[in-house]
């Protein structure tokens, strides 16, 4: 490792990106040839700028109505995270995202249960995101059963990522214009129809409501209302595919975070002030969370209603799981490059320079969870809270590599971003796993406890997980 008194320096060309990675000991197998542009882009498709559109009833329910205030939360708590990804990605310009920053921060047995629970995050992610779409092609074309609609989507999707990331930049950048089309739209008509006294409530019911505030309630809904703001860190993956020095990358995930959450905030408070069956979900949510598209037929009539239905079924099913199915592989590749994961996933496709194994791999994982789940009562609600609390415990492994690496190792004075920051993010994030759902709970623990296991076992049969040295590599 360098001394303590140096932090290691970042890539500042796109010569000196490709050299980065073999500082770690790795060599440079993927194909670096993303912008700074292609990664706030791509950072904005994985968030989904319309998301809140898929889980809005789910959302509703939890706050209490205060479905604003509960994504103002949410993005207040990843700004913090955002701040630490920034940190990390500078130091460690690397594929891998947590599972790489806890390792190299804190250690390899760190690192590795990391990624593992962060696994429950990615892993899972495609299988919600092809749920929600089946289910919303489904409510308008009701003979097409969702599995269907699934299939469709996960070879589709399979088809472009296994082109090369070049070709999923280029269809990022047409489905965000897309979807903030159909998203300026719904304003619009929603803003008009407000005007026209179609409202319900006090204007700043969305933020707050006297009626129904309680601090445990509201946490309970960014535990799922957070799931919007899961994808700025998914940027993380393709650090070794920028062609950017790496604070831009810091940069793009803040700046991807920052605008899609200003969106978020000013759908669902339009949204919540126009909801024409608020008792109702106050007290039952919505049934395949169709609450929103209910909102949307209120305020502009039924071709309203299926513009956002089907933009939601495409930006999920399409563009959000393209995306996602592309960072999971990535994360795959780098735990399997380390040897702590089967090597055959580590496999670079010759030609495209993606990981070919590891995105087939998450698409037959995505279609068993997915076909699985659609014929659950609350399999979307489930699957949210457990995607939910797997990235936010992996968060909280986030915040402590920060502290760990800068001011523990590199005795680090910048009190800002190295303790203080990562501190309130970790304890914002704490409150909200504390107050996740209890099945959540239940199942992510559980994944946890398999990965201490697992990573006891590997100890006890001399195979402790290690990460190539840097300072070997670098001499």
């Given at each position: 490792?360098?001394?303590?008194s140096?932090?290691?320096?970042?890539?500042?060309?796109?010569?000196?990106?490709?050299?980065g990675?073999?500082?770690?000991?790795?060599?440079?197998?993927?194909?670096?040839?993303?912008?700074?542009?292609?990664?706030?882009?791509?950072?904005?498709?994985f968030?989904?700028?319309?998301?809140?559109?898929?889980?809005?009833?789910?959302?509703?329910?939890?706050?209490?109505?205060?479905v604003?205030?509960?994504?103002?939360?949410?993005?207040?708590a990843?700004?913090?995270?955002?701040?630490?990804?920034?940190q990390?990605?500078?130091?460690?310009?690397?594929?891998?995202?947590?599972?790489?920053?806890?390792?190299?921060?804190?250690?390899a047995?760190?690192?590795?249960?990391?990624?593992?629970?962060?696994l429950?995050?990615?892993?899972?992610?495609?299988?919600?995101?092809y749920?929600v779409?089946?289910?919303?092609?489904?409510?308008?074309?009701?003979?097409?059963?969702?599995?269907?609609?699934?299939?469709?989507?996960?070879?589709?999707?399979?088809?472009?990522?296994?082109?090369?990331?070049?070709?999923?930049?280029?269809?990022?950048k047409?489905?965000?214009?897309?979807?903030?089309?159909?998203?300026?739209?719904?304003?619009?008509?929603?803003?008009?129809?407000?005007?026209?006294?179609k409202?319900?409530?006090?204007?700043?019911?969305?933020?707050?409501?006297?009626?129904?505030?309680?601090?445990?309630?509201?946490?309970?809904?960014?535990?799922?209302?957070?799931?919007?703001?899961?994808g700025?860190?998914?940027?993380?993956?393709l650090?070794?595919?920028?062609?950017?020095?790496?604070?831009?990358l810091?940069?793009?995930?803040?700046?991807?975070?920052?605008?899609?959450?200003?969106l978020?905030?000013?759908?669902?408070?339009?949204?919540?002030?126009?909801?024409?069956?608020?008792?109702?979900?106050?007290?039952?949510?919505?049934?395949?969370?169709?609450?929103?598209?209910?909102?949307?037929?209120?305020?502009?009539?039924?071709?309203?209603?299926v513009?956002?239905?089907?933009?939601t079924?495409?930006?999920?099913?399409f563009?959000?799981?393209?995306?996602?199915?592309?960072?999971?592989?990535?994360?795959?590749?780098?735990?399997?490059?380390?040897?702590?994961?089967?090597?055959?996933?580590?496999?670079?496709?010759?030609?495209?320079?993606?990981?070919?194994?590891?995105?087939?791999?998450t698409?037959?994982?995505?279609?068993?969870?997915?076909?699985?789940?659609?014929?659950?009562?609350?399999?979307?609600g489930?699957?949210?809270?457990?995607?939910?609390?797997?990235?936010?415990t992996?968060?909280?492994?986030?915040?402590?590599?920060v502290?760990?690496?800068?001011?523990?190792?590199?005795?680090?004075?910048?009190?800002?971003?190295?303790?203080?920051?990562?501190?309130?993010?970790?304890?914002?994030?704490?409150y909200?796993?504390?107050?996740a759902?209890?099945?959540?709970?239940?199942?992510?623990?559980?994944?946890?406890?398999?990965?201490?296991?697992?990573?006891?076992?590997?100890i006890?049969?001399?195979?402790?997980p290690?990460?190539?040295?840097?300072?070997?590599?670098?001499?």
């Open positions: 490792m360098s001394s303590p140096t932090t290691p320096s970042s890539p500042t060309s796109p010569q000196g990106a490709a050299t990675v073999e500082r770690f000991g790795y060599q440079q197998e993927l194909q670096r040839s993303l912008s700074f542009t292609d990664l706030l882009i791509y950072g904005l498709i968030m989904v700028p319309i998301a809140p559109f898929g889980i809005f009833g789910s959302v509703f329910e939890g706050s209490g109505g205060m604003a205030l509960a994504y103002v939360i949410g993005m207040v990843m700004a913090f995270t955002a701040l630490s990804y920034a990390m990605s500078k130091a460690f310009p690397m594929a891998g995202s947590v599972y790489t920053y806890a390792g190299r921060g804190i250690g047995p760190v690192g590795f249960l990391a990624g593992w629970v962060i429950l995050d990615y892993v899972l992610v495609p299988a919600l995101l749920l779409a089946g289910a919303a092609m489904t409510s308008f074309v009701p003979a097409v059963p969702v599995w269907a609609w699934m299939i469709m989507f996960i070879v589709l999707n399979t088809a472009v990522n296994y082109f090369g990331i070049q070709m999923t930049a280029r269809m990022n047409i489905m965000l214009v897309a979807e903030l089309i159909v998203l300026a739209i719904f304003l619009v008509i929603g803003v008009v129809a407000l005007a026209q006294g409202g319900h409530g006090d204007v700043f019911s969305p933020i707050f409501d006297s009626s129904t505030f309680s601090w445990p309630l509201v946490f309970g809904a960014v535990s799922v209302a957070v799931l919007s703001f899961l700025f860190d998914g940027i993380s993956m650090a070794e595919e920028s062609r950017e020095d790496a604070r831009k810091g940069r793009s995930m803040v700046g991807a975070l920052m605008l899609a959450g200003a978020f905030i000013a759908q669902t408070w339009v949204a919540a002030l126009l909801a024409p069956n608020r008792e109702e979900l106050l007290a039952q949510g919505s049934t395949m969370d169709s609450a929103f598209y209910d909102v949307a037929e209120y305020a502009g009539g039924h071709w309203l209603s513009l956002t239905a089907v933009a079924a495409i930006a999920w099913g563009a959000n799981s393209l995306v996602a199915q592309a960072a999971t592989s990535r994360l795959l590749f780098a735990m399997a490059r380390d040897r702590q994961l089967p090597r055959f996933l580590s496999k670079i496709h010759p030609k495209h320079k993606v990981p070919v194994n590891a995105t087939f791999l698409a037959a994982v995505s279609l068993v969870l997915g076909l699985y789940l659609s014929n659950q009562e609350d399999g979307i489930l699957l949210s809270s457990l995607i939910n609390f797997g990235a936010m992996a968060f909280l492994a986030l915040h402590v590599s502290v760990v690496h800068y001011v523990v190792r590199h005795r680090s004075r910048d009190w800002w971003r190295h303790l203080i920051a990562p501190a309130i993010g970790f304890l914002i994030l704490l909200v796993v504390i107050n759902k209890v099945a959540a709970q239940a199942v992510g623990l559980t994944w946890l406890a398999i990965g201490v296991l697992i990573l006891l076992g590997s006890m049969m001399g195979r402790r290690s990460l190539p040295d840097e300072t070997e590599v670098s001499e």
